[in-house]
């Protein structure tokens, strides 16, 4: 499975990284070589294309993490497509105050979810809440900078 992690030059951004000590803003799953799934404030979980992400992006990374089953957890993210975006569940990790909502997401919540349903449980699935880039960046896997 591969994780792209990204961050913009725009005060949303800067304000993600700030509050959560994080070197990147944003992850998103990517499905093959230009897919990606990712959770996204104002848009919900959206798909999208990588090569659009990086254009956006001041920079970024992938991460690369082996899964059991690739494709359940790739099944499960397409099955998030639609849900909202969640702002509380943000807004709480600021605030440290738990207002996660089940049916909306934000994008490192959506992405450790993702990594569970596929076999790779590297958190505790009831702090996936407080989940941010950064505590996936912090992952011992394979990364490589590609922007």
């Known amino acids: 499975m591969k994780l792209l992690f990204s961050r913009r030059h725009h005060l949303g951004?800067?304000?993600i990284r700030?509050?959560?000590?994080?070197?990147?803003?944003?992850v998103d799953l990517v499905l093959d070589d230009?897919?990606?799934?990712?959770?996204?404030?104002?848009?919900?979980?959206?798909?999208?294309?990588?090569n659009d992400r990086l254009a956006k992006s001041s920079k970024a990374v992938m991460m690369h993490i082996p899964?059991?089953?690739?494709?359940v957890s790739e099944a499960f993210a397409i099955g998030q497509l639609g849900k909202q975006y969640d702002w509380l569940g943000v807004i709480g990790i600021g605030l440290k105050r738990n207002?996660?909502?089940?049916d909306k997401w934000s994008c490192a919540e959506l992405v450790a979810?993702?990594?569970a349903a596929g076999g790779k449980r590297p958190f505790d699935?009831?702090?996936?809440h407080r989940i941010t880039p950064q505590h996936l960046l912090s992952l011992n896997f394979e990364k490589t900078r590609i922007k």
Not at 34 to 50: P, Q, R
């Open 99 to 102: 207002w996660q909502e089940d």
């Open 34 to 50: 230009d897919l990606l799934i990712g959770a996204i404030a104002g848009e919900g979980v959206v798909l999208g294309k990588v």
């Open 18 to 26: 700030f509050i959560t000590w994080s070197e990147y803003s944003h």
């Open 67 to 71: 899964v059991k089953e690739l494709d």
């Open 13 to 15: 951004s800067w304000l």
């Open 113 to 115: 979810s993702i990594l």
């Open 125 to 128: 699935s009831k702090y996936h």
